[in-house]
């Protein structure tokens, strides 16, 4: 084998090592359920393309190791498996959105953590204004709850969406970026459940969003043209663009909140 095809299997090995551990994740965090949720990751370098590995499905995620996985090829408007000996998920469409409408995209999670499923599974979204700093840097300020046929113009948008009466997806440029995405999602889901008894929540000052919004951009984060600069480059889920002082950003805006 040459060193190029060694590179790239040992590439893919790795590749399917952390989708295998971002499926067994989800289940320890008890954000799916029996064979519920499903991971993908954009194949890298000549022998990717638009290759994708994908979760089984029918397997609980508790259960996924590497050797699970199938490899999918995008062909026209479907997909088709073309390595592995298990099946694919069929909502496997719905990540194939994902990576059509953003080429920065490399990983798709779908899951269903209780709170934010509840209020995806209410037609509500918890995030119509936003109400803490933090989360308007990793997440933006837009959260939607979205019907499937929706779904391509909400990720050319959003990193996170609430899928109605179905769950949660977070977009990454890596694993690490795609699973805190959905930790971060349930946890702001869970903070504004617990606030509605309360009064609900109250809404940060639109000129502090809109600053937090700018180091969002600066920082690379998100979608071109909304979270991220026309000018900035990815390269393993960080931008080439010098990064803001989120930390001070988000202690003025708690400040003047």
Known sequence: MSATGAAARSARETLAT???????HLHARGWVANHDGNVSARLSGAAGGDRFLASPTAVSKGDVVADMLVEVVAEGDGFKVVAGERRVFSEFALHLQAYRARRDVTWVCHAHPPYATAWAVAGRTFWESP????????LGDEIPVVDPADLADAFSRCDAVLLKNHGVITLGTCRQTAQLRMELVEHVAKIAALAEPLGGVRPLASDEVERLLAARAKAGLGP???GMSGGATVSGGTSSMSKPDVSSLVAEALRRF
């Open 18 to 24: 952390d989708v295998a551990e971002l499926c067994r």
């Open 131 to 138: 109400f803490m700093a933090e989360p308007v840097v990793s």
């Open 224 to 226: 071109a043209g909304r």
